[in-house]
């Protein structure tokens, strides 16, 4: 629970970053830019691997079945 809580707040940041970033985008430097990508990419990977992180913990969870009685 608590590292999920740190991978949101560390998207989160990442994403303020990179809009912080995207706003300077006018006249920045090639070396801004390629900080700019990093970050999109550092964001995507985290996103992807919660949505499996979380998608792993849906299949895993138990599942109860209610069987209708025959009586």
Same mark, same amino acid.
């Given at each position: 629970?608590? *590292?999920?809580?740190?991978?949101? $707040?560390l998207?989160?940041?990442?994403?303020?970053?990179? @809009?912080?970033? !995207?706003? #300077?985008?006018?006249?920045?430097?090639?070396?801004? *830019?390629?900080?700019?990508?990093? $970050?999109?990419?550092?964001?995507?990977?985290?996103?992807? @691997?919660?949505? !499996?992180? #979380?998608?792993?913990?849906?299949?895993?969870?138990?599942?109860?079945?209610?069987?209708?009685?025959?009586?």
């Open positions: 629970m608590a *590292r999920r809580f740190a991978t949101r $707040l998207i989160e940041q990442l994403k303020h970053r990179i @809009a912080k970033l !995207q706003q #300077e985008r006018f006249g920045q430097s090639s070396e801004r *830019r390629a900080l700019l990508d990093q $970050l999109e990419l550092q964001l995507f990977e985290l996103e992807e @691997a919660q949505a !499996q992180a #979380e998608t792993a913990e849906e299949i895993a969870a138990p599942q109860s079945v209610t069987v209708p009685s025959f009586e």
